[in-house]
């Protein structure tokens, strides 16, 4: 069975410009979320979509955006890039909570470099 | 915020040592899962504990839950280069997203 697919691998881009990036959960899976994970820092919350919409966001800007496709895949939008956005952005997914067990598993991540 | 705190947040040990990681928090989390992160990749997931004082093991890991479901701990004994990596707690604070720890980086030499 087929993990997380995230692309591009690797995304360079200037200041002030947008970047997309794209994930393809695993089969059966309608929950993605996205975390940002800086050089040195821990993984920090971005989105969470299930079943097509928005369902919590972490503390960023509205530039950062992104949308849940009716077959669970999801797109992430960086408007008016900034230096500090070059990360490593991993995307997760998983299954509708049971018993209380929220497990995610996560893609390879694509790594944004802001110049 | 629930906040998780990993410590330490730098461990170097020789192969074949014995190893623990903590993670702590003072707010009760419905499970918590521990995962495996190597340079350049997405972490990977090794185990989720759920109970108070539930202890799993994974070969020559162990992850224990805290009785008041607050904090957990992973041990690994007699450890290999192949254990090197990022080791991330994170707790479900049941409002459909979980919470990271920053982190343990562990470096196994041979």
């Known amino acids: 069975e087929a993990g997380v697919t995230q692309s591009p691998t690797h995304l360079i881009k200037t200041r002030g410009q947008q970047a997309t990036l794209r994930c393809s959960p695993i089969?059966?899976?309608?929950?993605v979320y996205w975390y940002q994970q800086a050089l040195g820092l821990g993984l920090q919350f971005l989105l969470w979509y299930d079943e097509g919409e928005e369902r919590n966001r972490g503390n960023f800007p509205p530039r950062f955006s992104g949308r849940q496709f009716p077959n669970y895949s999801s797109e992430l939008n960086v408007n008016a890039l900034e230096l500090e956005d070059s990360a490593l952005y991993l995307c997760?997914?998983?299954?509708?909570?049971?018993?209380?067990?929220?497990?995610?598993?996560f893609g390879p991540g694509t790594r944004l470099t802001v110049t | 915020t629930q906040l998780l705190e990993q410590s330490p947040q730098f461990l170097s040990i020789q192969e074949g040592e014995n190893l623990t990681v903590y993670c702590n928090s003072s707010s009760v989390f419905s499970s918590l899962q521990w995962y495996r992160q190597e340079p350049g990749e997405g972490p990977v997931l090794l185990v989720t504990?759920?109970?108070?004082?539930e202890v799993k093991k994974l070969k020559r890991l162990t992850f224990q839950f805290g009785d008041a479901r607050k904090d957990s701990s992973l041990h690994i004994t007699a450890a290999q280069p192949g254990d090197t990596g990022l080791y991330l707690c994170a707790g479900d604070d049941s409002w459909g997203k979980l919470q990271f720890g920053a982190g343990t980086q562990v470096v196994v030499t041979p």
């Open positions: 504990v759920v109970t108070g004082g």
């Open positions: 089969s059966g899976h309608t929950s």
């Open positions: 997760a997914s998983s299954l509708i909570r049971r018993q209380g067990q929220l497990e995610q598993y």
